[in-house]
Nanobody, 115 residues
């Protein structure tokens, strides 16, 4: 069982920045894959960024060049650095970890970008 706790969301103006954190209850050193997803009102949840245990990253086209995912194994934490935020980035952001074929989700953190 992996528990994930997200933090760092909030209200920001367009063009601003936020850093989201996802703290895991277990060591993330060997977790195969961790990711950030988001869900806007009335829309399906979508993956924003992912990172493998080897450090390989992937991003949705809509956030490439603006968002950066990183992991700090010593702190068992994954981060999402978000720059040049746009109103369309407004959503609840969820952290995901995939461990031995099981997916675990955090409770989500709200990000609201005002125009």
């Amino acid at each position: 069982q992996v528990q994930l706790v997200e933090s760092g969301g909030g209200l920001v103006q367009a063009g601003g920045s936020l850093r989201l954190s996802c703290a895991a209850s277990v060591s993330i050193f060997s977790i195969n894959f961790m990711a950030w997803h988001r869900q806007a009102p009335g829309k399906q949840r979508e993956m924003v960024a992912g990172i493998t245990s080897g450090g390989r990253t992937s991003y949705a086209d809509s956030v490439k060049g603006r968002f950066t995912i990183s992991r700090d194994n010593a702190k068992n934490t994954v981060y999402l650095h978000m720059n040049s935020l746009k109103p369309e980035d407004t959503a609840v952001y969820y952290c995901l970890s995939s461990v031995q074929g099981n997916n675990y989700w955090g409770q989500g953190t709200q990000v609201t970008v005002s125009s």
